[in-house]
T-cell receptor
Framework: KNQVEQSPQSLIILEGKNCTLQCNYTVSPFSNLRWYKQDTGRGPVSLTIMTFSENTKSNGRYTATLDADTKQSSLHITASQLSDSASYICVVSRRSGYALNFGKGTSLLVTP | DVKVTQSSRYLVKRTGEKVFLECVQDMDHENMFWYRQDPGLGLRLIYFSYDVKMKEKGDIPEGYSVSREKKERFSLILESASTNQTSMYLC????????????FGSGTQLSVL
């Protein structure tokens, strides 16, 4: 079964600290993996995409990694800001069809 | 930037009412999607459309129908609203398919009483 598991479910960190969110998947055949950020009351917005051949990709203070062998991805947030408080959703697509596999998200709260 | 606009941010309806949720995108995207998002369950696909007048069922189509008469507009219809359809509804669009980046609307929080 194609599944996407995210951990932790929720996380509270102090402003300025770093954190890492995890995404494990069993989706096959793999096409790509995206991380989305969803602010409260808004729709998700794509942060980054990881394809099979990519190990690391940065988008400002966000760095995503992908280990296609172990089927794991992480999203590392550096020097967190209050505006990073959001839900982060991992989405994995298969090489065929229209199906997307969504994780349930990690809810991040950055406190002053 | 792509803009996906959902007609209502909040809706309150009565059980048995017919409900229309409207979504419009301004970037000539071929594909449009309707998801519902519930706490602890994540996003689940209701229906999608890859062309005008074309539609495909997603994972949870029961109790819903859709309409795509024009490329930019994708409507979700609850034929007879029930309390278990209380949820956040998100519309999204993409150019080539869902493996491409999805652009989401801000969502409609529907409450069925």
């Amino acid at each position: 079964k194609n599944q996407v598991e995210q951990s932790p479910q929720s996380l509270i960190i102090l402003e300025g600290k770093n954190c890492t969110l995890q995404c494990n998947y069993t989706v096959s055949p793999f096409s790509n993996l995206r991380w989305y950020k969803q602010d409260t009351g808004r729709g998700p917005v794509s942060l980054t995409i990881m394809t099979f051949s990519e190990n690391t990709k940065s988008n400002g203070r966000y760095t995503a990694t992908l280990d296609a062998d172990t089927k794991q991805s992480s999203l590392h947030i550096t020097a967190s800001q209050l505006s990073d408080s959001a839900s982060y959703i991992c989405v994995v697509s298969r090489r065929s069809g229209y199906a997307l596999n969504f994780g349930k998200g990690t809810s991040l709260l950055v406190t002053p | 930037d792509v803009k996906v606009t959902q007609s209502s941010r909040y809706l309150v309806k009565r059980t048995g009412e017919k409900v229309f949720l409207e979504c419009v995108q301004d970037m000539d995207h071929e594909n449009m999607f309707w998801y519902r998002q519930d706490p602890g369950l994540g996003l689940r696909l209701i229906y999608f459309s890859y062309d005008v007048k074309m539609k495909e069922k997603g994972d949870i189509p029961e109790g819903y129908s859709v309409s795509r008469e024009k490329k930019e507009r994708f409507s979700l219809i609850l034929e007879s609203a029930s309390t278990n359809q209380t949820s956040m509804y998100l519309c999204a669009s993409s150019f080539f398919g869902p493996a491409e980046k999805l652009f989401f609307g801000s969502g409609t929080q529907l409450s069925v009483l």
